[in-house]
């Protein structure tokens, strides 16, 4: 049920996004130490992902993951690291330190990057979504080929659509 809400809150957002980037727009959660991804509106110039709906990655590959961590506490990230931070792709952070110091980007500036850690080519820019009483929810990304996508411009769209969806599922005074 939690994830129909959040799914249904966000399916407008997300088709927004995606016709506004032209880019994948993905949803996910956070379940053990995977982004469990239950919703992806694929774009129309955008590479095939490596996940489906329903589908799961390692956290600290993706960039959904790191923008759920870094809003999670300390407990859930201890959590992650205990787990492994397995190689995925080239890029993989797979330092706990590294990723550390991530995390702490990601809370400073509400936005975190995927710079072809997951797959080669493919970049992705996510943002945290959150709920009732300021709790982390899940994330939201913007993800295409990196000579397309610049993650920087697609930023600020990915922040506001889930600022949007936070508010929708009734967080109050979300940074």
Same mark, same amino acid.
């Given at each position: =049920?939690?994830?129909?809400?959040?799914?249904?809150? @966000?399916?407008? /957002?997300?088709?927004?996004?995606?016709?506004?980037?032209? &880019?994948? /727009?993905?949803?996910?959660?956070?379940?053990?130490?995977? !982004? !469990?991804? +239950?919703?992806?509106?694929?774009? %129309?110039?955008?590479?095939?992902?490596?996940?489906?709906?329903?589908?799961?990655? %390692?956290? &600290?590959?993706?960039?959904?993951?790191?923008?759920i961590?870094?809003?999670?506490g300390?407990?859930?990230?201890?959590?992650?690291?205990?787990?492994?931070?397995?190689? +995925?792709?080239?890029? $993989?952070? $797979?330092? =706990?330190?590294?990723?550390?110091?991530?995390?702490?980007?990601? *809370?400073?500036?509400?936005?975190?990057?995927d710079?072809?850690?997951s797959? %080669?080519?493919?970049?992705? +820019?996510?943002?945290? +979504? &959150?709920?009732?009483?300021?709790?982390?929810?899940?994330?939201?990304? /913007?993800?295409?080929w990196?000579? *397309?996508?610049?993650?920087?411009r697609?930023?600020?769209?990915? *922040?506001?659509?889930?600022? $949007?969806?936070?508010?929708?599922?009734? @967080?109050?005074?979300?940074?």
């Amino acid at each position: =049920p939690q994830q129909r809400s959040l799914r249904d809150a @966000a399916r407008p /957002v997300m088709a927004d996004l995606r016709e506004a980037t032209r &880019h994948s /727009v993905n949803l996910g959660i956070l379940e053990g130490s995977d !982004v !469990v991804y +239950v919703d992806i509106l694929a774009g %129309p110039d955008s590479p095939r992902l490596p996940t489906r709906v329903g589908g799961r990655w %390692p956290a &600290h590959a993706t960039a959904i993951g790191k923008a759920i961590l870094a809003f999670s506490g300390a407990a859930i990230v201890q959590a992650v690291l205990d787990a492994g931070l397995a190689r +995925v792709g080239e890029r $993989t952070i $797979t330092s =706990p330190e590294l990723l550390r110091q991530e995390l702490d980007r990601v *809370r400073e500036s509400g936005l975190a990057y995927d710079s072809e850690e997951s797959r %080669p080519g493919l970049v992705c +820019v996510a943002s945290p +979504v &959150h709920g009732p009483g300021g709790l982390v929810a899940g994330a939201l990304s /913007v993800s295409g080929w990196s000579a *397309r996508l610049k993650p920087d411009r697609a930023g600020p769209a990915v *922040r506001t659509a889930a600022l $949007t969806i936070s508010r929708a599922l009734g @967080a109050r005074a979300v940074r």
